[in-house]
């Protein structure tokens, strides 16, 4: 009797440098879960190929080649299911799921947002805090819910605003502390579900 880990999906839509952060983690042996598939809504995304490379099954599924989003996830629905995939994590999707899919996956799908929820859903949130005068900016492991960037936080990181920044020099520093969240804050969470989860073969 073998008891094999929860099989992750990991989505991006371009370069997924938080989705390599979660490869290089899951690569631990105590790591809860095990990458099976990197899936882009992009043939293009660079992602695809770093997952590739690793020897992980790496997906295009362009939804430009579907009318409506609701046939785009049935379709991501249709190609998860076919490959046991347990749990789902957004590593800069940049697609919102339709309520739908959500619910086919309750609890199964964490994003990582940019900011520090509930401040800034949504797109530009380096941008909104920079305008707004914050002293800090930073991102949240969150839980995804039939409501954009409302579902419950399971981690932040928190960054000082400092004189002059930018959008993009305050991304920089928020995404280094991205790369050191995510991966904890998903193995908890998987760790919580793990009974759901496991296949005994």
């Known amino acids: 009797m073998t008891i094999e880990k929860p099989r992750l999906a990991i989505l991006i839509s371009g370069r997924g440098s938080n989705m390599e952060a979660l490869v290089r983690a899951a690569d631990a042996p105590d790591y809860p879960a095990g990458v099976a598939l990197v899936l882009a ?31 785009f996830d049935a379709a991501l629905d249709r190609e998860l299911s076919a490959r046991r995939i347990d749990a789902i994590a957004l590593a800069g999707f940049m697609r919102i799921l339709s309520p739908g899919f959500i619910l086919q996956w309750p609890g199964r ?11 800034y859903p949504g797109l530009h949130t380096h941008r909104r805090a920079i305008e707004a005068g914050d002293a800090e900016a930073g991102c949240t492991v969150h839980i995804v819910t039939e409501t954009l960037d409302a579902g419950p936080a399971l981690a932040q990181a928190r960054v000082p605003v400092l004189a002059g920044d930018t959008a993009d020099s305050l991304a920089a520093r928020v995404l280094v502390q ?24």
């Open 41 to 71: 809504n992009k043939a293009d995304a660079a992602g695809l190929q770093f997952a590739s490379a690793r020897g992980i099954e790496a997906l295009a599924l362009p939804h430009r080649d579907f009318a409506a989003r609701e046939d």
């Open 178 to 201: 991205e790369h050191r969240i995510y991966a904890p804050a998903l193995a908890a969470h998987i760790r919580d579900l793990h009974q759901s989860f496991v296949q005994i073969t």
């Open 109 to 119: 799908i964490v994003n990582i947002h940019p900011s520090l929820l509930p401040k």
